[in-house]
């Protein structure tokens, strides 16, 4: 599996948690990654994305100024940290990978070649 998500887990309104996706050797390199996430009955909606060099950030507006992507390119890890979680951010999060070579970071769905199975994320009230 090229893509796998980790640190999801319930949690409560007001609290932190980090997510990461560890990327296998056979995952895409020299590429741009994202999160993105899904609610129940909902459209999977973009998080925040990075470039290669983690010079150029995009986030999604419901999560700018808590959320924050970073990546370890020498662990081959991306993480999500998440600040001040309130139950709107409740959902499955996903990784996802642009195909080698893509280095521009991006916010829409389609741009991303290879998806992770996702780590879910319960906020409660």
């Known amino acids: 599996v090229p893509l796998v998500e980790s640190g999801g887990t319930l949690t409560r309104t007001g609290e932190s948690l980090e997510l990461s996706c560890t990327a296998s050797?056979?995952?895409?390199?020299?590429?741009?990654m994202g999160w993105f996430r899904q609610a129940p009955g909902k459209e999977r909606e973009f998080v925040a994305s990075?470039?290669?060099?983690?010079?150029?950030?995009y986030y999604g507006d419901s999560v700018k100024g808590r959320f924050a992507i970073s990546r370890d390119k020498a662990k081959n890890t991306l993480l999500l940290r998440m600040n001040n979680l309130s139950p709107e951010d409740t959902g499955r999060y996903f990784c996802?990978?642009?195909?080698?070579?893509?280095?521009?970071?991006?916010?829409?769905?389609?741009?991303?070649?290879?998806w992770g199975q996702g780590t879910q994320v319960t906020v409660s009230s």
């Open positions: 996802a990978a642009r195909s080698s070579g893509s280095v521009a970071a991006t916010t829409t769905a389609v741009s991303f070649a290879i």
């Open positions: 050797d056979d995952a895409p390199t020299n590429n741009a």
């Open positions: 990075i470039n290669w060099k983690g010079s150029n950030i």
